[in-house]
């Protein structure tokens, strides 16, 4: 059984809550090693800072972009308290979002560049959602004079360009569902061009499925199609790939 990790999870979704501990019970059976199970409503981060209790689910909270209706002054204090109480907890699913539209931008990147503030006060890496939005998250790290990043890119679809810059700045890449379906080129080159120790395998469970459970709620154990997929990208035997990552999960936990 591989080692599997799985760097981007909604375990505190509405959708998972009635069968969670069959949920983790069957990730542990399945060979799922580590999880970093991400907040992406407000009123998620007391379950996630629960799960962050159990030694193979690593916590991050944190405001997501189509949710920032929630967020109010108070926002950044609370996440400071919440940091505080729990040293291992990151900051995630943050970032921009224009896939609809670009309307909601200027305070997205507000709320982005708050919460990587008490992400850099605390020393603590991120879960780092973009969507159609690269440069003006470029420009929002321009802004805050932030030339180091410590964290995660989820579902990296970007160009080689963008990879490099996002690389430079010290973060991972990784890859979920998408990688795995046939047509999807742009993702595949992604996938080939990420250095071996900055890359990841995730779900976003309960979405986006890999191919052999289309139509489907993803669940963390779905990993697994990602990390034969980057193996068969990559050329490189399975286990080799799932050690990679178990490597690269080791020096963004506990680094
Ligand atoms: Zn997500």
Not at 181 to 189: G, K, L
């Amino acid at each position: 059984m591989l080692p599997l990790y799985d760097a981007h999870a909604h375990l505190a979704d509405s959708r998972l809550q009635d069968s969670l501990p069959a949920i983790l019970q069957d990730c542990r059976a399945h060979g799922i090693k580590g999880i970093l199970a991400n907040a992406a409503h407000l009123s998620e981060w007391q379950a996630i800072a629960k799960l962050g209790e159990q030694p193979d689910i690593h916590p991050a909270i944190g405001l997501h972009p189509f949710f920032i209706d929630e967020w109010t002054d108070d926002c950044p204090a609370r996440l400071e308290q919440a940091l505080l109480a729990t040293p291992s907890t990151s900051i995630g699913e943050i970032g921009l979002d224009a896939w609809t539209s670009r309307d909601e931008l200027p305070k997205q990147k507000e709320i982005l560049a708050a919460q990587l503030l008490v992400a850099k006060k605390h020393h603590r890496f991120v879960s780092l959602h973009n969507r159609r939005t690269w440069s003006d998250f470029f420009e929002v790290l321009k802004e805050l004079r932030i030339t180091e990043l410590h964290g995660i890119c989820h579902h990296f679809t970007g160009s080689p360009e963008i990879a490099r810059k996002l690389l430079d700045l010290g973060l991972y890449l990784s890859f979920c569902g998408p990688v795995t379906y046939p047509d999807a080129r742009r993702i595949h080159a992604a996938a080939v061009f990420a250095p071996s120790d900055r890359i990841l395998s995730e779900t976003d469970c309960p979405d986006l499925p890999p191919l052999p459970c289309k139509g489907q709620l993803s669940r963390p154990w779905h990993v697994q199609f990602v990390v034969e997929t980057l193996a068969a990208l990559r050329r490189i035997s399975a286990p080799l790939m799932a050690e990679q990552i178990e490597q690269n999960w080791h020096a963004l936990v506990f680094s």
